[in-house]
């Protein structure tokens, strides 16, 4: 099964999604699929990936060589982020041919609590407060890449906390239920509905 990932902007996302997606995959009973990270095109924001037009655009390019599209975008405190993203899926599915799919989620509240949901946090971090921050990334991500030494490598420790969290996957899922095992779920539903 080949997977692209769509990312509201892969420049930094990219490091966060492929370990973490790769292991929802695996969990969901997937793998060996073949994970990709959409760069062309480059979107730049929550506002261009959730235009339907270059959605659309990126499903057209990619749908010979690609089964499952995943759109994962940060939900940024925005309770009707989730309506978008379905209404997302509507239109995919009116436009892709039966054997392929698009599957939106939103981060609860932006992809970087994922890498930080496989860690041993400090200890006067409270997980319920990262995952109400509306801005966990400035309040929690980059002081604790900076606190482990890892601003400076690609992704600003995103690389490096995203494949430790992969790695301790079964953690991730229980502290993000909203989003990393919602897909999963999903995700195992379709394999085992195909």
């Known amino acids: 099964m080949n997977v692209l990932i769509i990312p509201e902007d892969f ?3 990219q490091y966060v999604l492929k370990p973490i997606v790769e292991a929802v995959l695996a969990h969901a009973g997937k793998r060996r699929a073949n994970v990709r990270v959409c760069q062309d095109p480059l979107l730049g924001g929550v506002e261009q990936a959730l235009k339907w037009e ?3 655009e990126i499903l057209e390019r990619y749908r010979a060589m690609v ?4 759109l994962i975008v940060d ?3 925005k309770p009707g982020r989730r309506a978008a993203l379905d209404r997302m899926e509507q239109l995919a599915s009116e436009h892709l041919p039966p054997a ?3 599957l939106a989620e939103n981060a609860w509240q932006e992809i970087e609590v994922w890498a930080l949901a496989g860690q041993d946090l400090p200890d006067d971090w409270s997980w319920q407060a990262v995952r109400s921050e509306v801005h966990p990334k400035e309040t929690y991500f980059l ?4 606190q482990r030494g890892l601003v400076n490598e690609p992704g600003q420790g995103r690389k490096t906390l995203a494949r430790e969290s992969a790695r301790n996957y079964r953690r991730v899922r229980s502290r993000c239920p909203e989003d990393v095992a919602a897909l999963e779920d999903r995700i195992r539903e379709m394999v085992t509905t195909a």
């Open 11 to 13: 420049r930094k996302d």
């Open 143 to 146: 002081p604790f890449a900076e």
């Open 100 to 102: 392929r799919l698009l």
């Open 67 to 70: 089964h499952v599209f995943l």
């Open 75 to 77: 939900r940024d405190g």
């Open 54 to 56: 270059r959605i659309a």
